[in-house]
């Protein structure tokens, strides 16, 4: 009977003892951090789409966990075992990846992160900055840029953007800053001051607007670069909707029409 007990209570007392050689373990000598490596893309590499999917593997897929976010596009994820993620309608500028990795059951937490550019909108052309756009609640208003991307001695141009009139409100628009920082005037037309162009808009689903450059004392006659045209402003009462740029006309200052290259539909969302 006592050598029964004593089996019971060596039996007991080993299920107790912490299990000194696991890597897991972080009072272990063996143990090994937890750790990620971001797979694609590299570092700092240009991105010729809106779109980019990021992949990564951890030091133990049997135990690691990942948090992740793309800094000022999205909040943190939920802590999960996937070992990838697609963002979409990503504008033209360097990104941040940010990553985090623990053990299942642990408490320690482990940073990394990768840079890298998108480079998708492709000149001359028009395009949408930004190209996701975001509001926290129905009837917020949001602001819009139509951007000239990469032209050469641009004077006028014209242009229409279709929006779902049933998901956005069209009510307003102002110049944008790069023709003023160029030292160069802008008109707009028609004359969206007047209420009844605002409706006309809202009526037909699309913004058609008219555009130029005059010269002014600094000696420029035309605009080349990339910036910020003009700015749209919207209402927001959907959760989801998009707005895409149609029958762009760009003219330069000799009087050519310059051929302009596809641009991608930018969103805007309620989240």
């Not at 309608?89 to 320690?108: A, N, P, S, W």
Request: charged fraction near 25%; charge should be negative.
């Amino acid at each position: 009977m006592r050598q029964k007990f004593f089996f019971i209570l060596i039996i007991f007392f080993s299920s107790c003892v912490r299990q000194l050689d696991n890597p897991l373990d972080p009072e272990s000598k063996f143990y090994v951090p937890p750790s990620v490596e971001i797979v694609n893309p590299q570092e700092g590499e240009i991105i010729n789409s809106t779109s980019v999917t990021i992949n990564w593997s951890g030091n133990r897929p049997d135990a690691n966990e990942f948090r992740y976010r793309l800094l000022n596009y999205s909040d943190w994820s939920n802590w999960t075992t996937s070992t990838g993620a697609t963002f979409d309608y990503l504008d033209d500028m360097e990104h941040t990846f940010e990553i985090e990795v623990k053990y299942r059951g642990q408490g320690e937490i482990r940073s990394f992160s990768r840079k890298f550019k998108i480079d998708g909108v492709r000149g001359p052309t028009l395009k949408f900055y930004k190209l996701r756009n975001v509001v926290s609640s129905a009837g917020q208003e949001i602001t819009v840029q139509v951007w000239v991307e990469e032209v050469n001695k641009f004077k006028s141009g014209s242009f229409k953007v279709y929006f779902d009139k049933n998901a956005v409100t069209f009510t307003g628009i102002e110049k944008g800053d790069f023709i003023r920082q160029k030292g160069l005037e802008q008109i707009i037309l028609p004359d969206f001051s007047l209420q009844r162009t605002i409706d006309d808009a809202n009526n037909k689903g699309y913004v058609e607007v008219f555009t130029g450059v005059l010269a002014t004392g600094s000696g420029a006659t035309s605009l080349s670069g990339s910036g910020d045209l003009v700015k749209l402003k919207f209402r927001v009462n959907a959760i989801r909707s998009y707005i895409e740029l149609r029958d762009i006309e760009l003219v330069d200052e000799d009087g050519n029409r310059i051929n302009v290259n596809p641009t991608p539909t930018a969103i805007i969302e309620i989240k």
